[in-house]
């Protein structure tokens, strides 16, 4: 591994910390790799450190990184996310299935062919809580998961209340081979789709921004530094994107808000955007603070009244002094130290999702032993083996 390929991991893990993807960061990586070729310097003196080349990054790309969340999805990538997984279920169920027949096809019964339907739907609903949470619906999302509940239940009766009767067979191959085309169209980029990180490489704005210039500067500030007011110069609320939407993040964060509330909030927006448009606006912030960007919902009150003073006090629009909702709703989250995610995503959720999936692999493991399907047993034994050292580590803490 040379210099640069070391530099390369460390750099992408810091994109990947400010939701930046690999593939959204590929552009960036590739120039950098060119100007290190050029310059013959150590990466690290050439770039600067990847922290400070990731901040860079983050600070030219508003736009992108307005629509993720903190985990670096949008909510479309929370649902194909929870899409991988269904067309991932279809592996095990294609060769153990076949092991069990002992064929190379599966029977497909009215049973069998229901249930497998609502489980599939039922592994794509666990990212919907995620996906309305990322869209600024933090209050809608703990409820979606009564979808998930209902689709088990579904798929439960379907699988021991329809009728077993045979309908046709499935090829084992076929299976896979519909499961994996599945998995990599899921994965791959989409042909023809060019990113804003695409269009800012094009527009020769990459260099200026990166610390990879044409024989400028190199990056090796904090890119805090360049947001307008700063963190520190004063209170968020006062703080303003204008410089930001120079850079296009009004018109283009405009174009990515998600939801019949945004819409709504653009025909405001048209209109003059009088009291309700405002309003509208201010409410969008706060969800999009708390939902999309894990502030708490107390200190996302207090941001949005101070936001709101600041308007009053200016007889400013907010959209005008501040651009979208969320681009302000990310460059106010920046500057929090500190972050309140989901329930779901905290140590007890994960702890009692250990111990429930543990304790259903113990029992299937020993119902198959005592039934002689040693096969099932030996699988489960692996399983154990993959993650009970997790689950302790969990229960210890």
Known sequence: MTTFDRWELAAR????DRGIGYREATPMIEEARAHHADSGQDP??????????????????????????????????HMRDGLFVAAFLGLPVAVF?????????????????TGSVLAALAAVSTQVPGAVRAAGRPRLAPWTFAIFAVLVIA??????????????????????????????????????????????????????????????????????????????????????????????VEGAGDQFLEGADD????????????????????????????????VPPRRADELVEQARAHVAASGARPRDEFGSPAGYARELAEAEPARQGPWWRGDTAELVISVVITGWIVVISVDAAVNGQWWLAALGVLCLLGIGPQAWRRVRK
């Not at 805090?224 to 700063?230: A, E, I, K, R």
């Not at 405001?268 to 955007?273: D, K, L, S, V, Y």
């Open 13 to 16: 893990q810091a994109l990947v």
């Open 155 to 248: 798929a439960a009766t379907a699988f021991t209340g329809l009728p077993r009767t045979r309908v046709g067979e499935l090829p084992v191959l076929a299976l896979l081979a519909v499961s994996l085309g599945a998995m990599w169209l899921l994965t791959r980029e989409p042909s023809g789709r060019r990113s804003d990180v695409d269009q800012l490489a094009d527009d020769g704005r990459i260099g200026g921004k990166l610390g990879v210039p044409d024989g400028g500067d190199r990056l090796s500030g904090n890119a805090g530094d360049q947001l307008l007011g700063g963190a520190g110069d004063g209170g968020a609320g006062d703080r303003s994107l204008e410089g930001a939407s120079e850079q296009g």
């Open 97 to 113: 299935g076949g092991v069990v027949v002992g064929s190379w096809t599966l029977p497909v019964t009215v049973a069998g062919l």
């Open 44 to 77: 690290w003196e050439a770039l600067g450190s990847p922290d400070d080349f990731a901040s860079g990054v983050a600070d030219a790309y508003p736009v992108e990184l307005s629509r993720r969340d903190t985990q670096g999805k949008t909510p479309r990538d």
């Open 263 to 294: 819409q709504r909030l653009e025909g405001a927006g048209r209109q003059g955007f009088g009291a309700e448009g405002a309003e509208a606006w201010f409410s969008r912030l706060r969800a999009l603070l708390v939902g999309r960007f894990d």
